[in-house]
């Protein structure tokens, strides 16, 4: 019990520390594309997409009925990924919609298929809990589009941040802009999209 209670306790610390950060470095990335982050456990998932997000230069990250969650398996991406915080999906999906945003929902079985059409450039993709999957009745929202990752083995399942990883490069291969544009050189060589050196 005292040991879980000190992992929480370093990880709220290193939370604080890549959230202060985040405000001063983060900028929205290149591509018009967001990630939406339904009801995920703060555990490595969450700052293993943040990892990708970066590495695609995704334009931000949201956070449904997520509370602070751990940022060391994202190797240092927290401090550059615009993120935002939503108390449930609703008010999430408002924000987004009225930005003109298409949403998918990656969803094993979707009717759509990842890499049978184009995505338009303005995309969300929305990964829910890997347990319980998205927080909220698709029913209620017909213009959500219900992705699903083709997989040709026995488990049709996918780790999420692998799932996040796929369906990004998929975007990029449609809009990826030039490498050129997504780096900045910062005084004494320290290489990072947007943002200060330290």
């Not at 987004?96 to 338009?120: H, M, N």
């Not at 997989?151 to 990004?168: D, E, F, K, Y």
Request: hydrophobic letters at 35%.
């Amino acid at each position: 019990m005292r040991r879980r209670f000190n992992r929480r306790l370093d990880m709220e610390t290193r939370f604080e520390r890549a959230r202060r950060r985040n405000m001063v470095d983060a900028r929205p990335g290149i591509h018009e594309c967001i990630v939406i982050l339904d009801g995920l456990k703060p555990d490595f998932n969450i700052g293993k997409i943040f990892r990708t997000a970066d590495a695609f230069s995704v334009r931000e990250i949201h956070l449904v009925g997520v509370g602070i969650f751990d940022p060391e398996p994202a190797k240092g991406s927290v401090r550059w990924v615009q993120y935002v915080f939503h108390d449930d999906f609703a008010s999430c999906h408002d924000q987004i919609r009225r930005q003109g945003y298409t949403f998918f929902a990656l969803e094993p079985g979707g009717t759509e298929v990842l890499g049978k059409g184009g995505l338009p450039e303005k995309s969300a993709f929305i990964l829910g809990h890997e347990e319980f999957g998205l927080s909220f009745n698709p029913d209620d929202y017909p213009d959500i589009h219900p992705l699903t990752i083709p997989q040709w083995g026995h488990v049709q399942s996918l780790n999420v941040s692998v799932a996040a990883s796929i369906v990004l490069y998929e975007y990029i291969r449609q809009h990826g802009r030039p490498l050129s544009e997504g780096l900045v050189q910062h005084p004494g060589g320290d290489t990072r999209r947007g943002g200060k050196n330290g």
